[in-house]
């Protein structure tokens, strides 16, 4: 499988997951770079094969998120063209209307 093909089938397993009702952790949103290394070491922590833990501690959601409905679109890990979050600790696709609470502008 080609790592186009890999990347589809990948998300499609995360949408579904979250179509199934994926519980995730969106609060408390990090407000201090503290707070969100403290996320990022959580996640450093996992298996890198351990998708599930990865949504559910980094809060994806697959719709836009707060007040200001922000989405993966708009967050600086964000690849347009790859539909990828380059956040080395998730590294995963991702739609472009998605939300986690590692969003950074």
């Given at each position: 499988m080609s790592a186009n093909g890999k990347d589809e089938a990948l998300l499609k397993t995360i949408s579904d997951m979250m179509a199934a009702g994926l519980e995730t952790?969106?609060?408390p949103f990090p407000e201090t770079?503290?707070?969100f290394g403290a996320i990022l070491a959580e996640l450093r922590q996992l298996e890198p094969e351990d998708l599930k833990s990865k949504l559910v501690i980094s809060g994806f959601v697959n719709h836009p998120y707060g007040p200001d409905q922000q989405?993966?679109?708009e967050c600086m890990y964000y690849l347009?063209?790859?539909k990828w979050c380059d956040l080395p600790e998730l590294s995963v696709p991702v739609e472009p209307d998605w939300w986690c609470r590692l969003w950074r502008i």
């Open positions: 952790k969106t609060e770079e503290k707070e989405r993966c679109l347009v063209h790859r």
